[in-house]
Each structure stands twice: as structure tokens, then as C-alpha cells.
């Protein structure tokens, strides 16, 4: 989620004066015409899967979800919402944890860990607090700028630090739109830990925009901070997704995105997180440079310098100025000896070369293995990316049958067979990541025939709607809407299949792996 944009909006007549507010009057609210999203944003999705529940909330609806949790908690413990936001933050907003702790533990050890003042204490030292809520200190010296200031326009927290008002405003504007900071405000006073709360923010700032950035900071911090939820990782989409569990399920946003809410990958059974995450590190960094190295070049016998073979011709001769080496590429022996008739460099020495032979043999391997798997893994993504524009094409084809007098229900027959097309695709992607790792056994060999036979659906599919559809014929229409359909689902069926095998391996704990990859 883009710290940066502007979806969040806020209504600013909704805040109280800042000299009417009381320490509980922090409030929210969500401005849905500004965020530009209309009825439509209210909607809430709802799903179950093997017992996961989840729902998709928006801007205004996150924004009431975390008010409801704030407004339950303080129901409870009777203490500002500004703390109790801060304590659930705290607990990742698990309010049966914070609950248990509240009641079982020493309740100023809690807000101690919390890093925020027991209200228990603020209430016994509200005399020397204003009408405003902001504590008023007889000092006439700012803390930060050391300038002598009235002693009304010195204000601080409950933790007796006191700045002035401009400080403190450059300071919180400083954290708001330079470091993106909106849950993590600390007194500016050096070694002190306590969190600066939402009524001192709204108290000390005055700009209507900041204010809004620093709702938005916040509201964005109630996600992010949440062990069960998570913002919808599609370009462009200001939705998050509230499980009932935390668990590496597939959920459907409102914009349409299905994502793993475990890792916020886009879906990928059959692999586990843990191994898609280890292939993807493995794509980004540099092992596979190494294993090239390793397989393609050798170190010169001297100075060790790494040497590429670019000519036909087995004399080398190292070109690190202070080496010079002459040696042969094929045994890495002294060139001269070559010319002797004791020296034999056709002749294998195992007890001289076995283990550096061996190494680089185990290399070649490595990245021949890594390449196989990684070549179907791309070209499966690249067909997935092209297969995109199918969908145009077959919109194209949609509104040439509805113009024979076919009715819009009928021809979606050629949108589902794409759905299906992109969503094998998909599931044939991620079973060469699955099988990357996988170690070979009965199971293993059972999974490559079902890989192998919905590959082979899926290009007879893709293929079929590629070329083989002729709509302008209207005697053949029926005939192809069944060869489509029979297609489509086939190849449901052999995806289906080919999961149903990976769970149950799952389940009966049957895959072994192979972790040193």
C-alpha cells in the first residue's frame, strides 16, 4: 500500500475545536465522495472457503472498523480512545490478548511497554491540565529551541517535556510529511519514549491537509499493524482484506485481485509460501550468476584470478601483471610440461583433480536443473501476459455472436473458457516452482503426470481460442460453443485434479523437499 496517496479523505468539520475537545474526543471520519469511489464503497465482500471467512473493506469502512474496535476496548477499560488505540497497536489489535493482559499483569507495566502515561495517573494530575487538554507548564524556556516563550505557549506531554508551539509544529509536520510517521510519534525530548497521541496532533496542527495526511498516516497504520489484515496489493487499489484467522488462503478483493493473504503474493497454489518466497529470492539475487561462474569459468592456478575461455586454444596465459602464469586450460597444470613425454594431460588424475572436477561438475548441474525449471516457470508467465489480450479479442467475438440474435448470457460460454485459460496458467506457473523443490519419489512422479496432462489441455485450449474460432459462420456456432465448453472443462478437471493430489500430499504429509536449493 502507497503511503502517498490520497485515497483517505477526510471530513475536517467533523473534528472538534481544539478548545472544546476533551482527552477523548479523538475522532475519525471518512469523506467517500472525496476518496472518488460513490455508493459502490460502502459494499463489503464476504467469502467462505474450507471455514475462511474474510470481507473486503474500503477507505470509509476501514476507518469504521478501527473506530468499533477503539470504541469496544475503551468501553471496557473506560480510559481516552486515543490510548486505547495505542495500546491495541500495541497487541496488533488483538483485543483478547489485550484484554487477558490488562487484567492478569500490572496494568503501569502494560503502558509502560506501550510507551503512553496511565490515564490512571492523568486523572490524578488534571489540575495542572487546561481547559484544551494540552498541559500548561510554568517554564519560559522552549526545550528544543531554548528561546524564552510566554508560559501559555508552552505545551508537552504527560511525561513533563514542554516545547513551544512553533517546535512542536515544525517537528510533527516534519515526521507527518517527510517520514511518513503517524503511529510511531515519540517526545522530541531526548531519551524519552512516550508516543505523541492523535489529541495532542489535531490540538497542536492547525492545516487542514496535514490533519487529513496524518488520519490517512494513521488509518493506514491500523492495517499495516494488524495480523489479520492486509491491503490488496493490485495497482491502484486502496482496499484491505479482514480474515477471520491468519492463513495462507486466497482472497478476492472488490477490484477483482486474488491474492494469498499469507505472504500478499498473487494466488500460487500449489506452492507453500515459504518456497515461493526462496524461488523469488533465488530469481532476484545473484546465485545463479555464481553457478554460471562456477560452470564456465576457472581460476588461474597461481593468483587465483577468475579466467572465461574465448578462444579455441588450451594455452593460457594469466593477465594479472604481477602473475603472468602459463598454464592449460583443460588440467589448469604448467604449460611447460606439457612438452614433456612424462606428463600426460589426456590422462585423468583422480587423486590430483577429483574434487575440484567434482565441484564443478555439481555446479553445472545445479544450473542446468535451475534453468529447466525457470524457462517453463517464464514461459508460462510470458503465455499468461499475452493471453491478456485474448480477452479483447473474444470480447470482439462475444458482440459478433450477440449480433446474430444470441443473447449476452449465452455467449459467455468464450469469457469463461478465458477465465479458465488464464487460471491454468496460472496453476501450471507456480507447479514448476512446487517441483523445483520437490524431491523425486512415487508422489513426485504422479505430479508430473498431472502436470504434463493439463499442460496439455491448457495449450489445446489456448490454441483453440486462438485460432480455431470462426464466428461468422451461424451453423457452426453451436458446435463450437461445445467444443469450448468441452475444453474449458477438461481442463478444470485435470487442474482439479492435479491440486487435489498436491493437498492430499499436504495433508498426509508425503512431499519431501529439498531444502540446501
Request: with cysteine; proline share 3%; glycine share 2%.
Amino acid at each position: 500500500m502507497d503511503s502517498d496517496t490520497d485515497d483517505f479523505m477526510y471530513d475536517e468539520d467533523e473534528l472538534s475545536d481544539p478548545e472544546d475537545d476533551q482527552n477523548d474526543d479523538f475522532d475519525i471520519s471518512c469523506d467517500v465522495e472525496a476518496a472518488g469511489r460513490g455508493e459502490s464503497s460502502s459494499k463489503r465482500f464476504m467469502k467462505d472457503e474450507d471455514d475462511f471467512s474474510f470481507v473486503c473493506l474500503t477507505p470509509e469502512s476501514i476507518v469504521t472498523t478501527m473506530r468499533k474496535c477503539i470504541d469496544e476496548v475503551n468501553s471496557v477499560f473506560e480510559i481516552p480512545c486515543a490510548t486505547a488505540r495505542i495500546l491495541l497497536t500495541h497487541f496488533k489489535w488483538d483485543k483478547e490478548k489485550l484484554l487477558e493482559r490488562y487484567y492478569s499483569s500490572d496494568q503501569d507495566t502494560l503502558f509502560k511497554e506501550a510507551h503512553v502515561i496511565s490515564p490512571h495517573k492523568n486523572q490524578q494530575s488534571s489540575a495542572r491540565t487546561s481547559r484544551s487538554g494540552i498541559r500548561i507548564h510554568p517554564k519560559l524556556e522552549c526545550e528544543i529551541c531554548l528561546c524564552p516563550v510566554p508560559a501559555k505557549m508552552l505545551t508537552g506531554l504527560e511525561c513533563g517535556h514542554v516545547f513551544c508551539q512553533f517546535c512542536w509544529n515544525e517537528y510533527l509536520m516534519m515526521k507527518i510529511l517527510s517520514e511518513n510517521t503517524g503511529q510511531h510519534i515519540f517526545c522530541p525530548a531526548s531519551k524519552c519514549d512516550i508516543l505523541v497521541d492523535e489529541n495532542f496532533v489535531l490540538k497542536v496542527l492547525q492545516d487542514a491537509n496535514i490533519r487529513s495526511r496524518y488520519h490517512k498516516l494513521i488509518a493506514d497504520s491500523f492495517v499495516q499493524s494488524n495480523r489479520l489484515m492486509r491491503w490488496c496489493p493490485a495497482p491502484d487499489c486502496s482496499n484491505a482484506i479482514k480474515a477471520i484467522y491468519n492463513d495462507a488462503k486466497p482472497v478476492t478483493c472488490l477490484c477483482g485481485f486474488v491474492f494469498c493473504f499469507g505472504c500478499v503474493q498473487p494466488s500460487h497454489d500449489p506452492v507453500k509460501c515459504q518456497w515461493l518466497k526462496k524461488w523469488l529470492k533465488k530469481c532476484d539475487d545473484d546465485s545463479e550468476t555464481s553457478n554460471w561462474i562456477s560452470a564456465n569459468t576457472k581460476e588461474c592456478p597461481k593468483c587465483h584470478v577468475t579466467i572465461e575461455k574465448n578462444g579455441g586454444c588450451n594455452h593460457m596465459v594469466c593477465r594479472n601483471t604481477s602473475c603472468k602464469a602459463d598454464f592449460c586450460w583443460v588440467c589448469l597444470g604448467p604449460w611447460q610440461s606439457h612438452g614433456s613425454s612424462w606428463y600426460n594431460c589426456n590422462r585423468y588424475d583422480e587423486k590430483d583433480a577429483q574434487a575440484a572436477r567434482d565441484a564443478q561438475a555439481v555446479s553445472r548441474a545445479a544450473l542446468e536443473r535451475y534453468l529447466f525449471y525457470c524457462n517453463r516457470y517464464m514461459n508460462h508467465l510470458l503465455s499468461a501476459k499475452f493471453e491478456q489480450k485474448l480477452n479483447n479479442q473474444v470480447k470482439e467475438k462475444m458482440e459478433n455472436l450477440q449480433q446474430m440474435n444470441m443473447s449476452w448470457i449465452e455467449v459467455q460460454f468464450l469469457k469463461k473458457a478465458v477465465d479458465v485459460l488464464c487460471m491454468c496458467r496460472n496453476t501450471l506457473k507456480y507447479t514448476y516452482v512446487f517441483a523445483f523443490y520437490l524431491t523425486k519419489n512415487n508422489h513426485s512422479i504422479i505430479f508430473e503426470d498431472n502436470q504434463r496432462d493439463l499442460e496439455l489441455a491448457t495449450e489445446q485450449l489456448s490454441e483453440y481460442l486462438e485460432r480455431d474460432i470462426n464466428t461468422s459462420e451461424l451453423k457452426a456456432i453451436q458446435e463450437i460453443k461445445q467444443k469450448v465448453q468441452d475444453k474449458y472443462r477438461y481442463c478444470e478437471q485435470r487442474r482439479n485434479v492435479l491440486l487435489d493430489h498436491v493437498h492430499e500430499g499436504y495433508e498426509k504429509d508425503f512431499w519431501e523437499y529439498q531444502e540446501s536449493l
